[in-house]
């Protein structure tokens, strides 16, 4: 089944209200550049073989009527733009009632004007309008827009058949019969190519966002059309956007976009396995007398390194990230309070242990750490421990740095609020001087 590219922030009703104010010029130029044109060959003998009607009405009536029919058709669709700017949404039914006015113009120009052996005309025509269906407005509409398709031509049929210019009507509904088998494998393969344009939109839009969680499905398409070209060369890519858009290139760990994303993903799967989750937020104690001492690139260089520490540091399923400066976070799936303080006391270490290659051997980086756990109830969580975390951290060091503080509740980062003392299962942590 086709779906129309619909943009998702916006309404069926109100994309199709947008796509026929914008064709609307385009089928009143088809319109009149049919029925006047026809009506131009007619009157100067170009055309000279007798429609259905002509042998009736003459050359004059079926000239009027022709004209007629077009300027209908034009106030008509005048009116449709006017309503759909005034109201901003057009359901099916309308969409319905444009490509019948199309199937009305374009048949009753062929009744008009086509002598009865070259009705098929009329189906080579109809061949655009069904495209054009299909590409906009879905599969609904083209089977619509077929059906009236097959009662008009069936009507020019039995009205000649009727007037007996059609020695054999059965010859010509065998022409409707494979004209709509032909435009049913076409619509089909269209519309296969417009949902898998339709999935690459969908990529490119998350990607926009930052998310490269998706990847464009190969294995289906085995041709190699453009469709499957584009979709394999965003494969190649994804990993080295993802890289760019998600990862801060000075640490090498997940920027704020890249914490956020994948917070969501792992707070998903946590309420559905219902497992708690923890975070570390981490900040280097004074940092400032790096830079002001050793100079900006000397920073820089000790934030590469502190970026590598901390992912060695961490677990593998753990999430670092730079928040700006010298402040990063972990984000612990899967663990508790005791998890959490088991990695905070592992980071401690490591910061003492560590010894930066970028400043003088005597020179130590120590970190102070807020954390906090809590079981993922809502999908507000992640938001929720970090600003927990947050205040614990700014307790930490209010307490002297080289610390880890447990958020708890009541605490309050900035009133005098003696902080809670925690142990963990790797001995006692001092939580507060």
Same mark, same amino acid.
């Given at each position: 089944?086709?779906?129309?590219? +619909?943009?998702?922030?916006?309404?069926?009703?109100?994309?199709?209200?947008?796509?026929?104010?914008?064709?609307?010029?385009?089928?009143?130029?088809?319109?009149?550049?049919?029925?006047?044109?026809?009506?131009?060959?007619?009157? $100067?003998?170009?055309?000279?073989?007798?429609?259905?009607?002509?042998?009736?009405?003459?050359?004059?009536?079926?000239?009027?009527?022709?004209?007629?029919?077009?300027?209908?058709? @034009?106030?008509?669709?005048?009116?449709?733009?006017?309503?759909?700017?005034?109201?901003?949404?057009?359901?099916?039914?309308?969409?319905?009632?444009?490509?019948?006015?199309? +199937?009305?113009?374009?048949?009753?120009?062929? *009744?008009?004007? +086509?002598?009865?052996?070259?009705?098929?005309?009329?189906?080579?025509?109809?061949?655009?309008?069904?495209?054009?269906?299909?590409?906009?407005?879905?599969?609904?509409?083209?089977?619509?827009?077929?059906?009236?398709?097959?009662?008009?031509? +069936?009507?020019?049929?039995?009205?000649?058949?009727?007037?007996?210019?059609?020695?054999?009507?059965?010859?010509?509904?065998?022409?409707?019969?494979?004209?709509?088998?032909?435009?049913?494998?076409?619509?089909?393969?269209?519309?296969?190519?417009?949902?898998?344009?339709?999935?690459? @939109?969908?990529?490119?839009?998350?990607?926009?966002?930052?998310? $490269?969680?998706? =990847?464009?499905?190969?294995e289906p398409d085995q041709m190699p059309d453009?469709?499957?070209?584009?979709?394999?060369?965003?494969?190649?890519?994804?990993?080295?956007?993802?890289?760019? @858009?998600?990862?801060?290139?000075?640490?090498?760990?997940?920027?704020?976009?890249?914490?956020?994303?994948?917070?969501?993903?792992?707070?998903?799967?946590?309420?559905?396995?219902?497992?708690?989750?923890?975070?570390?937020?981490?900040?280097?104690?004074?940092?400032?007398?790096?830079?002001?001492?050793?100079?900006?690139?000397?920073?820089?260089?000790?934030?590469?390194?502190?970026?590598?520490?901390?992912?060695?540091?961490?677990?593998?399923?753990?999430?670092?990230?730079?928040?700006?400066?010298?402040?990063?976070?972990?984000?612990?799936?899967?663990?508790?309070?005791?998890?959490?303080?088991?990695?905070?006391?592992?980071?401690?270490?490591?910061?003492?242990?560590?010894? $930066? =290659?970028? *400043?003088?051997?005597?020179?130590?980086?120590?970190?102070?750490?807020?954390?906090?756990?809590?079981?993922?109830?809502?999908d507000d969580v992640s938001k929720t421990l970090?600003?927990?975390?947050?205040?614990?951290?700014?307790?930490?060091?209010?307490?002297?740095?080289?610390?880890? @503080?447990?958020?708890?509740?009541?605490?309050?980062?900035?009133?005098?609020?003696?902080?809670?003392?925690?142990?963990?299962?790797?001995?006692?942590?001092?939580?507060?001087?």
């Amino acid at each position: 089944m086709t779906v129309p590219l +619909t943009p998702p922030s916006r309404s069926s009703d109100e994309h199709y209200a947008e796509i026929l104010r914008w064709q609307a010029r385009y089928r009143m130029l088809f319109a009149s550049l049919i029925g006047f044109g026809t009506i131009t060959l007619k009157w $100067f003998g170009v055309v000279s073989a007798e429609s259905v009607l002509m042998a009736r009405y003459g050359l004059r009536g079926v000239l009027l009527a022709m004209l007629g029919l077009v300027v209908a058709y @034009v106030v008509g669709h005048r009116v449709l733009v006017a309503v759909l700017m005034r109201r901003g949404h057009a359901p099916m039914g309308v969409v319905v009632g444009a490509i019948a006015s199309d +199937t009305v113009i374009l048949f009753g120009s062929a *009744l008009l004007i +086509t002598p009865p052996e070259h009705f098929d005309r009329a189906l080579l025509l109809s061949i655009f309008t069904v495209q054009f269906t299909q590409i906009f407005f879905g599969w609904t509409a083209t089977i619509a827009n077929l059906i009236l398709i097959g009662a008009g031509y +069936t009507t020019l049929v039995a009205v000649a058949a009727d007037a007996s210019m059609i020695a054999t009507p059965a010859e010509e509904l065998w022409t409707l019969a494979l004209y709509g088998i032909g435009v049913l494998l076409y619509v089909a393969l269209q519309g296969h190519v417009a949902a898998r344009m339709r999935r690459l @939109v969908e990529i490119f839009q998350r990607a926009q966002d930052g998310d $490269f969680s998706a =990847r464009y499905e190969e294995e289906p398409d085995q041709m190699p059309d453009p469709v499957s070209v584009i979709g394999r060369a965003y494969n190649q890519m994804r990993e080295r956007l993802q890289a760019i @858009v998600l990862t801060d290139p000075l640490s090498g760990c997940y920027n704020r976009r890249g914490l956020n994303q994948l917070a969501e993903r792992e707070v998903s799967r946590a309420i559905r396995q219902k497992k708690e989750l923890a975070v570390l937020a981490i900040d280097l104690d004074h940092f400032k007398r790096i830079n002001d001492d050793y100079g900006h690139l000397t920073g820089d260089e000790v934030i590469r390194e502190v970026g590598a520490l901390l992912r060695t540091t961490a677990r593998e399923a753990d999430i670092v990230a730079r928040f700006g400066g010298e402040e990063f976070t972990i984000l612990a799936p899967d663990s508790n309070e005791e998890g959490a303080l088991i990695l905070a006391d592992r980071v401690m270490q490591a910061f003492r242990n560590y010894r $930066f =290659r970028s *400043l003088p051997p005597d020179i130590r980086i120590t970190a102070s750490i807020g954390l906090a756990a809590d079981w993922a109830r809502d999908d507000d969580v992640s938001k929720t421990l970090l600003a927990r975390a947050d205040e614990a951290l700014y307790v930490a060091k209010r307490n002297g740095r080289d610390q880890a @503080v447990v958020w708890h509740a009541g605490m309050r980062a900035f009133d005098g609020t003696p902080p809670k003392v925690r142990s963990s299962v790797v001995g006692m942590l001092r939580i507060n001087d």
